[in-house]
């Protein structure tokens, strides 16, 4: 695992989210599903989707970080803003699968190429360890090199490519799969 913090800004802050930060993850989430093929859904995830998604996630044991800045509204108030999250859901249901998780990283289009990807991924494989996960996953559909290059520099290594896997915006995708043993 890579010791060393990005460069971030220091007005970034990542905790663990809390059903209060739903909104925002899912505004990051459905802009992603929108507009890319990072995410194979087809249409925006609903506001029950998002807490059924967080309340699963939670009482399977797995993690939800976020990275969090502040803007001034009106008033001159400050409003937390959430830039980014990350984490750690079920990769198979089956019993023999309890110790693998698959992650997923989702950085705000606007907040994208300031370290967040790569201190998100970073404290939820300190997690991980933490709460005895050995085997993490990762799922990077095709042409997405920077999540590649990311998971890469944490030591992920590639296991290998299924091919037309997917199937959005009228065309088969590619997808490459990755894994860390913590
Ligand atoms: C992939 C993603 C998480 C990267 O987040 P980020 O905060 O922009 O990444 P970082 O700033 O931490 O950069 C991490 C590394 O990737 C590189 N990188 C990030 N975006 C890049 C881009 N668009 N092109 C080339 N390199 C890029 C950075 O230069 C950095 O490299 P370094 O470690 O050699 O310095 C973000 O682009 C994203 O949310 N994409 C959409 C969702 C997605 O694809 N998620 C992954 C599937 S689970």
Not at 46 to 53: F, I, R, V
Not at 91 to 119: C, M
């Amino acid at each position: 695992m890579n010791d060393i913090p990005a460069p971030i800004p220091a007005t970034y802050k990542i905790r663990l989210a809390t059903e209060q930060d739903l909104p925002q993850i899912n505004d990051i989430v459905n802009h992603e599903i929108a507009v890319s093929i990072n995410n194979f859904n087809y249409g925006p995830r609903s506001e029950q989707d998002g807490l059924a998604w967080f309340r699963a996630t939670i009482a399977g044991g797995y993690p939800i970080f976020v990275a969090t800045t502040t803007k001034t509204v009106e008033g001159d108030e400050e409003e937390e803003v959430v830039a980014g999250y990350s984490s750690l859901g079920s990769f198979r249901q089956k019993d023999g699968y309890r110790y693998t998780a698959e992650y997923s990283v989702y950085i705000h289009h606007e907040h994208r190429q300031r370290g967040l990807g790569k201190r998100l991924i970073k404290d939820l494989l300190i997690e991980a360890k933490v709460r005895n996960f050995h085997s993490i996953i990762g799922s990077i559909s095709e042409d997405n090199e920077a999540s590649v290059h990311l998971a890469k520099s944490f030591g992920f290594r590639i296991v290998g490519t299924m091919k037309e896997n997917g199937y959005k915006f009228d065309r088969w995708i590619d997808n490459t799969f990755l894994e860390l043993l913590i």
